[in-house]
Nanobody, 115 residues
Framework: QVQLVESGGGLVQAGGSLRLSCAAS????????MGWYRQATGRQRELVAR???????NYADSVKGRFTISGDGAGKTVYLQMKNLNAEDTAVYYC?????????WGKGTLVTVSS
């Protein structure tokens, strides 16, 4: 079992920055992968960024160069640093972990970008 709790969402102006955090109940480095997904109103949930065991990362094309996923040294928190936000980034952001082949999800945190 893995519990995930997101935080850091909120309202930000276009061009601004936010950092999302995902606190995990076990070491993130024990997971097969951890990532951030988002779901905007009326749209499907989509992958934003992911870090896999071994440390490699991948990003959606729409966020490359603006978002950075990282893990903390203590190994229980994953961050998503978001810069140069725009209205298209408005969504509920969900933390995801894959552990022993099972997907786990947090409840999400809302990011709203005002133009």
């Amino acid at each position: 079992q893995v519990q995930l709790v997101e935080s850091g969402g909120g309202l930000v102006q276009a061009g601004g920055s936010l950092r999302l955090s995902c606190a995990a109940s076990r070491s993130i480095w024990s997971m097969n992968a951890m990532g951030w997904y988002r779901q905007a109103t009326g749209r499907q949930r989509e992958l934003v960024a992911r870090i896999v065991s071994g440390g490699s990362t991948n990003y959606a094309d729409s966020v490359k160069g603006r978002f950075t996923i990282s893990g903390d040294g203590a190994g229980k928190t994953v961050y998503l640093q978001m810069k140069n936000l725009n209205a298209e980034d408005t969504a509920v952001y969900y933390c995801n972990a894959i552990f022993s082949g099972v997907d786990y999800w947090g409840k999400g945190t809302l990011v709203t970008v005002s133009s």
